[in-house]
């Protein structure tokens, strides 16, 4: 596999690793390889051998002693920032200062800025979808709003990932002790717990802040529900009182069709029975339209 070797010194060196090269390098099983060369692997910040395993979402690599092997560094993301903030970081870090413990925290501050501007992306674009649908409610915004949600599901697994891994190590002293890769007192470790609390912490805001967008989004869906839902129920009694206007004035032109009927019945002449006829119509047709209104008023289906 292709891999880049970055030095203590910050020289870049391509090399083509094989699984087993890499273990027997520092001192570890190729199993414990895992985290970085398969895909489908949860965050992992852990101790083998002589190296720290680190699976950061893009970052896979092992950080050794004097030198750290960054694997599929192929994405542009990783080539154009994370590789000149790496030689940048090799570059201030003063002789006191641990190699390995430079090269972690790098690799969090990395991970979370891209995880913090990705949700950024996305809750920007969630407000817009907002004043969109409060102007017209479409499909295509409920579509749009359907795909952004899946992507911050995801994005959140991945947060979530990460802060328990971190939690986890905070949790054991000795996991603490153990990413010194170096000699150093066995209860002094304030160094790597100040680095994984502050991480900790961030990615746990940003979590919470996820979890909130994820409320305002559940929100919006329901109030339009319950909106789409009001706008049926008008339909609804527009289309009932239709029927029923339809259905009483069908009963008035029985009647009426019976006086057109080409038939003598000696009133056909008569201005009064005309009159007397229409007034008797119109009055059916209100009582009865009236009459329907309030049965379904009085059984709540109006």
Request: charged fraction near 30%; aromatic fraction near 10%; include cysteine.
């Amino acid at each position: 596999m292709h891999t880049i070797e970055i030095t203590k010194t910050g020289e870049i060196i391509e090399r083509d690793l094989l699984r087993r090269d890499v273990a027997e390098e520092y001192g570890m099983f190729v199993r414990d390889l895992r985290p970085v060369f398969s895909a489908k692997q949860l965050s992992t910040i852990s101790r083998r051998g002589s190296g720290i395993i680190v699976n950061l979402w893009e970052i896979k690599m092992v950080i050794g002693k004097k030198s750290l092997l960054l694997f599929q560094p192929t994405g542009k993301h990783v080539r154009d920032h994370f590789i000149p903030l790496l030689q940048e970081k090799i570059k201030t870090l003063p002789p006191s200062s641990r190699f390995s413990l430079g090269i972690l925290e790098t690799c969090l501050n990395y991970s979370f800025q891209l995880l913090n501007t990705d949700f950024e992306k996305n809750r920007k674009k969630v407000q817009q979808i907002f004043l969109k649908l409060k102007k017209n409610i479409s499909d295509e915004q409920f579509e749009q709003l359907l795909n952004t949600k899946k992507h911050i599901s995801k994005l959140e697994i991945t947060i979530k990932e990460i802060e328990e891994m971190l939690e986890d190590i905070m949790k054991s002293d000795e996991d603490m002790q153990e990413l010194y890769l170096v000699q150093k007192g066995k209860n002094d470790i304030e160094e790597i717990e100040s680095i994984l609390e502050h991480y900790w912490e961030q990615f746990e805001d940003l979590s919470h802040r996820i979890d909130e967008l994820n409320e305002n989004i559940d929100d919006t869906q329901e109030f339009i529900t319950l909106k789409m839902a009001n706008r049926r129920n008008v339909i609804i009694r527009f289309d009932l009182f239709a029927t029923l206007f339809t259905a009483v004035l069908s009963a008035a032109a029985v009647i009426t069709g019976v006086f057109g009927m080409n038939l003598r019945n000696g009133m056909e002449e008569s201005i009064t029975a005309f009159f007397v006829v229409s007034l008797l119509l119109i009055l059916l047709f209100v009582s009865a339209l009236a009459g329907t209104y309030w049965y379904l008023r009085k059984k709540k289906v109006w």
